[in-house]
C-alpha cells in the first residue's frame, strides 16, 4: 500500500553534493510530516532534518545543520534532501520517513510510520 522510494545516492567525494530524492504513493503526501534519517555501520539510525506538510519550519539535526536542505513538493509526493559540503562522517544509509503527528517536532525514529528501503551514501576523504 504506502510506498517511500528512495534514489540519488552514491559516491562522491569530501566537499561534494548529492540530492537525494523519496517518491511516495499510498498516502495522503501534504497531511504529512517528512522526513529524512541516517544510519552507518554498528550505529544507532538517527534523524537528520524534517519538514512539516506545509513546508514551513524545516529542523535539522546539528550536525548537518547549514549543510543539507530539506524540501518537498506536494505536486510530486516528493521530499528532498540536498547535501552540500558532505563530510566522510556523512556516510551512511539514508531513510526517507513520514509520521502523521502534526504536534511537536518529531525526530525520533518511533515517531514515523513509514519508511522506505533506503538508499547508501558513501563520502570519501
Known amino acids: 500500500q504506502v510506498q517511500l522510494v528512495e534514489s540519488g545516492g552514491g559516491l562522491v567525494q569530501a566537499g561534494g553534493s548529492l540530492r537525494l530524492s523519496c517518491a511516495t504513493s499510498g498516502l495522503i503526501f501534504s497531511t504529512y510530516t517528512m522526513a529524512w534519517f541516517r544510519q552507518a555501520p554498528g550505529k544507532e539510525r538517527e534523524f537528520v532534518a524534517a519538514i512539516p506538510k506545509n513546508g514551513g519550519n524545516t529542523y535539522y539535526a546539528d550536525s548537518v545543520k547549514g549543510r543539507f536542505t530539506i524540501s518537498r513538493d506536494n505536486t510530486k509526493n516528493t521530499v528532498y534532501l540536498q547535501m552540500n559540503s558532505l563530510k566522510p562522517e556523512d556516510t551512511a544509509f539514508y531513510y526517507c520517513?513520514?509520521?502523521?503527528?502534526?504536534?511537536?517536532?518529531?525526530?525520533?525514529?518511533?515517531?514515523?510510520?513509514?519508511w522506505g528501503q533506503g538508499t547508501q551514501v558513501t563520502v570519501s576523504s
Open positions: 520517513a513520514a509520521t502523521s503527528i502534526w504536534w511537536g517536532l518529531p525526530r525520533g525514529t518511533h515517531e514515523y510510520s513509514h
